[in-house]
């Protein structure tokens, strides 16, 4: 089954613990993206990757980073959350950037204390 | 910047009215796309809309792609409880290769 996995699907945390949300798909996408999902404010993309080894900010880019050291995976990590950082985090993937079906993950629910 | 506009952001209706969604960027589009999320889930995507002025139909679900390709209308004839969720339209951003969003359209339906 054509899918793109997270997790955690949800956490709580606490301002400055580093934590890492996990992503991989099983459709051999090239493109894959992060956004955060915020009341009010739709979706905002957070970082991106066109293929491996090449990543790129998106609209919201402060205080996350990406890799994409494989084809399949594309971690989002938080060095040093903080409760601005609370927010619904999505995972998508597509073969081609711009065009075709992105294929969204269930979803990461992330509390910052 | 490049931005996509979605109105209304809500809208309430009662079962059987029909609804319509409106999405307007602020450049010329190569093609749009419409995504549905229904509470508590993910964005799924619905469809894509790539020649100017195209008009695709999903059962009770039409789509619209304007002339200038910097529009889109999504409608929805006589709604169900079924249809609740939020309803996004995403388009390419210039060169870069990826998807904006808008801020969605969320609906609710009274049965």
């Known amino acids: 089954e054509a899918q793109v996995t997270q997790n955690p699907r949800y956490l709580i945390t606490v301002t400055g613990k580093k934590l890492t949300v996990t992503c991989s798909q099983n459709m051999n996408h090239e493109y894959m993206s992060w956004y955060r999902q915020d009341p009010g404010l739709g979706l905002r993309q957070i970082y991106y990757s066109m293929n491996v080894e090449v990543t790129d900010k998106g609209d919201v880019p402060e205080g996350y980073k990406v890799s994409r050291k494989e084809k399949r995976n594309f971690p989002l990590i938080l060095e040093s959350p903080s409760p601005n950082q609370t927010s619904l985090y999505f995972c998508?993937?597509?073969?081609?950037?711009?065009?075709?079906?992105?294929?969204f993950g269930e979803g990461s629910r992330l509390t910052v204390l | 910047g490049q931005q996509v506009m979605q109105i209304p952001q809500y809208q309430h209706v009662q079962e059987g009215e029909d609804f319509t969604t409106y999405c307007n960027s602020s450049?010329?589009?190569?093609?749009i796309q419409w995504y549905k999320q229904r509470p508590g889930g993910h964005p799924v995507f619905l469809i894509q809309l790539v020649k100017s002025g195209e008009v695709k139909k999903q059962k009770r679900l039409t789509f619209q792609f304007g002339e200038a390709k910097k529009n889109s209308s999504l409608h929805i004839t006589a709604t169900q409880t079924t249809d609740v969720g939020t309803y996004f339209c995403a388009g390419p951003r210039g060169s870069q290769g990826n998807l904006i969003f808008g801020k969605g359209t969320k609906l609710s339906v009274k049965p």
């Open positions: 450049t010329t589009l190569s093609n």
């Open positions: 998508a993937s597509s073969f081609l950037p711009n065009t075709g079906e992105l294929f």
